[in-house]
Every structure is written in C-alpha cells, then in structure tokens.
C-alpha cells in the first residue's frame, strides 16, 4: 500500500517530532557544536557544555558500570531518579553530538524511577535485580506507547507498541527504567549505523563509526549517556558496534534469550536467527544481564527458547595440560588479514595469556571462513531484496549505499523454495563440518578479530566475514577492550608485498591508513561452541585479569 506521506517530508517530520522531545535547557548551541569538527573526540562535551552538575558527571562517568550504580541505589547513596536524571540528560547531549537516538522520553522515565523510589522505600526491597537502572533499547524492539522501526522512515507511519516485546517486560519487570532508543541503521542490515535519523559517529573520532547494527546502543554508552543497552546480532550487529566503542558485549546462541515482538528487517525469513544481547561498560554487566534475563525463566512465554537457566560455576573441564583454558588463536579467517592495529593487539595478549598460568595457548586454524561468510550473506536475503526495497518504496525513501551493497551481494537472489531448501542443507552442512573442525583443534575457546581493523571510516563496513560466521554456525561470541588504541608510530602502514587472500583482503589493506583511525579502541572477540556462554564469560574473568593491556 502507499504511503499517504512521502519523502522526504516523513523523515523530516520524524525527526522534527524526535529532537522536540529534548528539552530546550538541554539544547547545545551551534556555537558549541562547531568545536567539535568532523574527526574529533567528543568524550569531554558533556563536561565543557556545563549542562551537567558535578554529582550528574560522577553518576554518568563512562568508568562506573551499571552492577556499581545498583549497589549505591541498594545502599542509598543515589536514587533511581537521581541516576535517570542524570543519564537523561547526558544522553540528550551525547545525540546532539553521536545522532544515536531516535526517541526520547525522560519525563515518563521519571515517573517510573519515582515509582521504585516509592516502593523501595515502603518496603526495603527491590522490584528485581535491575532496580532503578535505566537502559536503552535499540528502535526495532517493542516500548509500550513508542513506535518501532527498522530504520525505514515508512515505519513511523505505524502507531505505537500496544505492549512491551518479551524482551523490554523482561527486563521491565526486574526493575530497569526505559527512558530512550537508540538509532539503527535502513533495513537493520549495515556494521554500521545510518538511517533517515542520521548517521551514528564514533565518540573517540566522529570521523569513524560506532559500528552496526547496534550503533545507537555503543555510541550512548560510550558516551556516558547509558550505562547498558540493549541490541541485537544477526551478522555482528552487537559486536562489532562494541568493538568499535572499545566496550563488552556477549551474543548468544539464538534461542536462549527472548526476543518479542519488534519491527523486524524481514519477518518470516528464519534460515539465520536474530538474538539479544547488552552492550555494557564491563564483564560483570554482561553477567548481571544475562543473570536477570534467564532469572526470569523467559521459556515459559516463549514457546522456542531453550531452558537454561545461567549458572556460573568452574568448568569441571578444561582442554589443556593441567586443567588450563585451551585458548585457540586464529589469526586471521583465510580470507581478510587484520589490519597492523588488530594484529598488535592480538599479538600483545597473546604474549599475556603466555604468560599466564590459568592459558594454554595453541593456534587455530580457520576453516571455511569465507564459503560460510558469503551463504549467510544469502540466507539474509532469499528474496533477492524485494522486501527491502519494497519497504523503502512505500514512502520513496532512497536506498542508502550500504543497504544497496549488502543486498547486492553476488550470492544474494530471489531463491525458489527448493532452491531455498537446499541453502539451509548447505548451512547443516557447514555446522556439522565446523563442529568436527573446533573439536579437532581441541580448544575450550577461540580467540579472533572482530572486523578487519578498528572502528571503520564511514561508509566503509563492507566485510562481515570475522563475525557473520559465528551466526551461521550459531556459536557464542563475546567481544571485549583490550585497552590499547590505535597508535600511528606503531600500527604503520604494512609495506611489505605479499598474495593477497582475496579482493577483500587487499581493499582493506590498501585502505588503512593509521592517522584515518585516531584514538580507535582495539577490541577483540572470544568464541565458543554452541550454548557454552558461562564457559565463555569464565574464561573472559580470566582473561580479563591481564587487562587493560
């Protein structure tokens, strides 16, 4: 059907509708926006605006984690309005700079923090585990009263969620406080995040990414506007926005966690399934989530979902010599060298891990990278596109370039049911061979990039194959700092001729130049089999004791 309203006016509309919602004392003048060119690290804004008070920057300060802010609540120190308050605000300025929201409703926010305020105080207790803590949610999941969308402005033409998704009443009901969404990019389906909202730029250098899908979620709490978000995966979607913003993040296997209802880049097309998961400021913030989550025993209103509850305890096995953690490092996929900056940070905690008595460190082989790569790049899209375009078309929204890349792809066409069958026969195929290749190796975990190198230029996230892979064989991956940056004098320019592995692998070496990536974090990925995630985030408590590097 047709849209009665067409483009550009939907978006400008949307967007006039959204920016309303910030209120005028929080507004940065053009002024102060103009010290802040295109390439510049915007971290320090929110103090030079002087828009925050003293007690609002120490409460949003990127260092404190969310499990930090629950345990001052539980003790009294803040209340849950003084902490949505003051996230409110931060992440208000942090939109003005980032562009990562796409609504904003910090005056209901507050009606509910009053609300647990209230109750804690009646009572001595809290409503669940997330008590007063507020958190973001990515555009496409369900808010009552608040639209949804998968980055096509035709989606704001819709009326808002009658109801929580699974997902939001989850989180909902332990306690969380929701007061924003973050911005994704048209169709979902970009690492990277640009959408008729805008286009999501990078805290340390808005010259380069925040990653995407998820990029609304790592720019605002990079920022300080956010101590968790909520995001999604389906081809790197949490993970490489993280990696970008240098922060922690753990997607599942599919079926575990919750998902509800939502705007979806295309419902019905299930080959490759979507999961949920946090983006956050530290390992214990990936366990309180994932601990709140499945507290809730979500397989009683999901009729899919796997149920296991989350239980971190000691493996009772590990795969090295003298019970240590077998780690497996790939050091590349076969297909895409890493960039110097992720070849340093991986050969520095490499050398760490050596170091250390709890890691056997041995060297992974890839295995087919590059052939499970490009069939997930087909499963995304067996209609060739159609509903993608078709879903711009309703309002004659322009397809975005990196939209029309990924659903140009040379595999991605309309397939035929058979045709589609035998995709999915190909995709069984491939999980069994992966399976006998991990467990050949004989690794508890593999150590990996996330990308090709740091947070890219904009415009440029054109490789999936460090993190789509994990999706089509449906292993967990979580993605964390090492605590080093992009340094010029020691990521230079590799020089040195040699066969290139692909047109992939020798695009994103003639691309990288150090000075285009300033201050980029450098961030890395773990990887298990399927349905290990306490075994990963044991091992990540492990490794997390050699940093930051």
């Known amino acids: ?127 669940g585990p997330l008590h007063g803590l507020p958190i973001s949610i990515k ?58 909202w805008g286009q999501v730029v990078n805290p340390f250098n808005t010259n380069l990414t925040a990653g995407g899908s998820s990029g609304g979620c790592s720019a605002l709490v990079a920022f300080g506007g956010s101590p968790l978000s909520i995001g999604s995966d389906i081809g790197g979607s949490l993970r490489s926005p993280a990696a970008a913003c240098g922060l922690w993040t753990l997607k599942p296997t599919t079926l575990r966690i919750p998902r509800g209802a939502g705007k979806l880049p295309m419902p019905g097309a299930d080959s490759i399934v979507a999961t949920f998961g946090p983006i956050c400021r530290s390992l214990r913030d990936v366990d309180l989530w994932f601990s709140a989550v499945l507290a809730s025993q979500p397989w009683l209103h999901e009729y899919d979902l796997v149920p296991i509850p989350w239980r971190i305890t000691t493996p009772s096995h590990w795969s090295g010599s003298d019970g ?62 159609t509903d993608i375009r078709a879903r711009a078309a309703l309002t004659e929204e322009p397809i975005l370039p990196l939209t029309e890349w990924v659903i140009t792809r040379p595999t991605v066409q309309d397939h035929a049911i058979q045709e589609l069958w035998d995709l999915n026969l190909r995709r069984e195929e491939l999980r069994e061979h992966f399976l006998a290749h991990f467990n050949s190796q004989n690794v508890d975990v593999v150590l990996c990039p996330v990308g090709p190198g740091p947070a890219p230029p904009l415009g440029t996230a054109t490789y999936w194959g460090y993190t789509n892979v994990w999706n089509l064989i449906d292993y967990p991956a979580a993605v964390f700092p090492t605590g080093l940056h992009l340094d010029a004098e020691l990521d230079q320019k590799d020089t040195v001729e040699r066969d290139w592995m692909s047109d992939a692998d020798k695009e994103h070496s003639v691309r990288y130049t150090p000075m285009d990536f300033a ?16 075994k990963l985030v044991h091992a990540l408590h492990e490794i997390a004791k050699v940093l930051p590097l």
């Not at 483009?7 to 102060?32: G, N, T």
């Not at 003005?96 to 005056?107: E, G, K, N, R, W």
């Not at 998968?150 to 406080?177: E, M």
Request: proline fraction near 6%; hydrophobic fraction near 40%; charged fraction near 20%.
């Open 139 to 196: 555009d496409h999941m369900d808010i009552a009263g608040h639209k949804s969308g998968a980055g096509f402005s035709g989606d704001t033409l819709n009326p808002p969620a009658a109801k929580h998704g699974r997902i939001a009443q989850v989180l909902y009901d332990a306690g969380a406080v929701f007061y924003c969404k973050t911005n994704l990019p048209q169709s979902v389906m970009h690492l990277e995040t640009h959408s008729f």
């Open 519 to 534: 201050r980029a974090p450098l961030s890395l990925q773990l990887v298990a089999r399927r349905f290990e995630e306490e």
């Open 324 to 385: 240590r953690i077998r780690v497996g490092v790939m050091w590349h996929d076969g297909t895409v060298l890493p960039q110097p900056p992720i070849q340093r940070a991986l050969k520095t905690l490499v050398s760490a891990l050596g170091q250390h008595p709890m890691f056997e460190v041995v060297e992974y082989r890839p295995f087919q990278h590059l052939q499970a790569s490009e069939l997930a790049h087909e499963l995304y899209f067996v209609d060739g596109g």
């Open 1 to 127: 059907m047709d849209s009665p309203v067409r483009w550009p006016q939907v978006a400008l509309d949307a967007v006039a509708e959204r920016d309303s919602r910030i209120p005028h004392y929080l507004r940065l003048p053009p002024s102060f926006l103009a010290n802040y060119p295109p390439g510049s690290d915007v971290r320090s804004a929110a103090e030079s605006c002087g828009l925050l008070s003293f007690e609002e920057l120490e409460i949003t300060n990127p260092v404190s984690d969310a499990t930090s802010l629950l345990g001052r609540i539980e003790r009294k120190e803040l209340t849950a309005v003084q902490v949505v308050t003051a996230f409110g605000k931060r992440a208000a300025i942090a939109h003005q700079l980032l562009s990562c929201l796409t609504a904003f409703f910090l005056d209901e926010a507050l009606v509910r923090a009053q609300e647990l305020d209230d109750f804690y105080e009646n009572t001595g207790r809290f409503v």
